[in-house]
């Protein structure tokens, strides 16, 4: 099974931005976490960030080249503002899960709106990081069925 971990804008500032809502641990630590949970399912996992939502959409077209499985994402910034991500999830087909750090939905009301929950398999929100591990169980879980 291969999963990509594909992360929006600012999230490379993980650890040292609002700690308040974004807790201390940086994305190297998110991401070794996820590895162990992987290594320990027999599973690939690779991540991706970008600030640029060109790239993030390469990313994903990538990935269907690649017969990803599934994916995780965090749009950040973009979950409230990109029709273009979404339209190339969409495309891909690939079945993904939708993680943020915060709770988008008890911060401001611009954040409330996400152009991915609706055709996520499934939306993490408000679990801090963890959200990212709870995300990788559930699409190993969802690969074995």
């Known amino acids: 099974m291969k999963i990509l971990v594909l992360n929006g804008p600012n999230l490379n500032m993980l650890g040292m931005r609002e700690e308040d809502i974004y807790g201390s641990e940086t994305l190297d ?3 070794a976490k ?3 949970t992987a290594n320990d399912n027999e599973c690939e996992v690779y991540f991706y960030q970008s600030n640029a939502e060109h790239e993030l959409i390469d990313a994903i077209h990538s990935a269907f080249e690649n017969d990803t499985d599934s994916i995780i994402f965090n749009p950040a910034g973009y979950t409230h503002t990109s029709v273009a991500l979404r339209d190339a999830i ?3 087909k690939i079945p993904f899960y939708e993680v ?4 988008i ?3 401001e009301d611009f954040r409330k709106k ?3 929950s609706d055709i996520a398999e499934k939306v993490f929100s408000g ?3 963890e959200g990212y591990v709870l995300a990788l169980e559930e699409a190993i879980k969802n690969k074995k069925v």
Not at 100 to 103: A, E, L
């Open 29 to 31: 630590d998110i991401e």
């Open 34 to 36: 996820l590895k162990k």
């Open 90 to 92: 969409l495309a891909v």
């Open 100 to 103: 943020h750090i915060s709770d």
């Open 105 to 107: 939905n008890s911060r």
């Open 114 to 116: 996400s152009y991915f």
């Open 127 to 129: 679990h801090g990081t």
